[in-house]
């Protein structure tokens, strides 16, 4: 299985995801609205748990 090398690549994925099946891979760094970045970690913490290492984004 080949992996993504860099960033465009990932953004094509992200983008292939989102028009395919619906599904939104969001980077938190990029989210410059601090509420909506707190409100979409809150969600995948309730539905997957916290994440193991990795940046707060809390405000």
Avoid: C, F, K
């Amino acid at each position: 299985m080949r992996t993504a090398t860099n960033d465009n690549e990932l953004n094509a994925m992200r983008a292939a995801a989102w028009h395919r099946q619906g599904v939104a891979a969001l980077v938190l760094e990029d989210i410059a609205d601090p509420w909506l970045r707190q409100a979409i970690t809150n969600e995948a913490n309730r539905r997957w748990g916290r994440r193991n290492g990795g940046t707060s984004h809390g405000g």
